[in-house]
């Protein structure tokens, strides 16, 4: 499957070199070169530098031709906006989206895309940990 993620941060470069071992094509988006040095050793996907608000950008990264989007940049916002244009401009298939804030999370859910909020799921498996007796309990 083809895929584009924007940010490549830890989550981002995780996502990246995960679907990478698992042989699918990926390509890498972020507004900066350094941010690379995230990705696993032996990534052979791409790296594109750009901002992800940005249809050009978007572009030369090749959103034209990609199955899925990752919307994964610190900024619920920017993550929102990307996934937007990804979804309605280019027609991508999944479109995947981080949102931290929970309440944005479920609005932007009710909008129609994919999204995830960590903020949620952290609090529920700490929760878990401390009701249920440990990580084990909670699904690790």
């Keep these: 499957m083809k895929i584009l993620i924007m940010g490549c941060g830890r ?6 070199g995960t679907l990478d071992a698992q042989g699918h094509d990926v390509t890498v988006l ?4 350094s941010a690379f040095r995230r990705l696993p050793e032996g990534f ?3 790296r594109a530098v750009g901002n992800g608000m940005d ?13 899925a989007f990752f919307a ?16 309605e401009v280019y027609g991508v298939k999944r479109v995947l ?6 309440v944005r999370e479920q609005i932007f ?32």
């Design 109 to 140: 859910r009710e909008m129609g895309l994919e999204t995830f909020s960590p903020t949620s799921i952290g609090a529920q498996i700490m929760a878990d940990m401390l009701l249920k007796g440990g990580p084990a309990a909670a699904g690790r």
């Design 44 to 46: 052979r996907g791409r």
């Design 11 to 16: 989550l981002g470069a995780r996502l990246a």
């Design 72 to 87: 994964v940049t610190q900024g619920d916002n920017r993550n929102y906006f990307a996934s937007q244009l990804a979804r």
């Design 97 to 102: 989206c981080r949102i931290y804030d929970p």
């Design 30 to 33: 972020d507004i900066n070169q």
């Design 55 to 67: 249809g050009p950008a978007l572009e030369r990264a090749g959103i034209q031709d990609v199955e």
